[in-house]
């Protein structure tokens, strides 16, 4: 299973950007996809998640949106008013149908990862 990720950017802050992962090797609608972020000097967090809902790190609430395309097999993360603490690598996961029943806040649900796109918010 592959994953690539993609949409990061350089934005000001209240711009929006819109993050992309897609899959060789599997269907993305049967299980779990993932986004993570990781700032420097910090540890990767949890930022949203969707299989049979939606799921989201608080402070995104109200501001981002995860979703599908699965004629694309695709997963995308629409991020709008970008805080200059949304700076980080974002990183797109993939779990099977096995993750429906798990904590998908927890990263080592997650058996395939994307390499990473980076976004900058800019103050």
């Known amino acids: 299973v592959q994953l690539q990720a993609s949409g990061g950017g350089l934005v000001q802050t209240g711009d929006s950007l819109t993050l992309s992962c897609t899959s060789s090797g599997r269907v993305l609608s049967r299980g779990t996809v993932g986004w993570f972020r990781q700032a420097p000097r910090k540890e990767r967090e949890f930022v949203a998640a969707?299989?049979?809902?939606?799921y989201y790190r608080d402070s995104v609430k109200g501001r981002f949106v995860i979703a599908r395309d699965n004629a694309k097999n695709m997963v995308a993360l629409q991020m709008n008013s970008l805080e200059p603490e949304d700076t980080a690598v974002y990183y797109c996961?993939?779990?099977?149908?096995?993750?429906?029943?798990?904590?998908?806040?927890?990263?080592?649900?997650?058996?395939?990862w994307g390499q990473g796109t980076q976004v900058t918010v800019s103050s």
């Open positions: 969707i299989n049979r809902m939606a």
């Open positions: 996961a993939s779990g099977g149908p096995s993750t429906l029943t798990k904590d998908v806040r927890d990263p080592a649900q997650y058996d395939s």
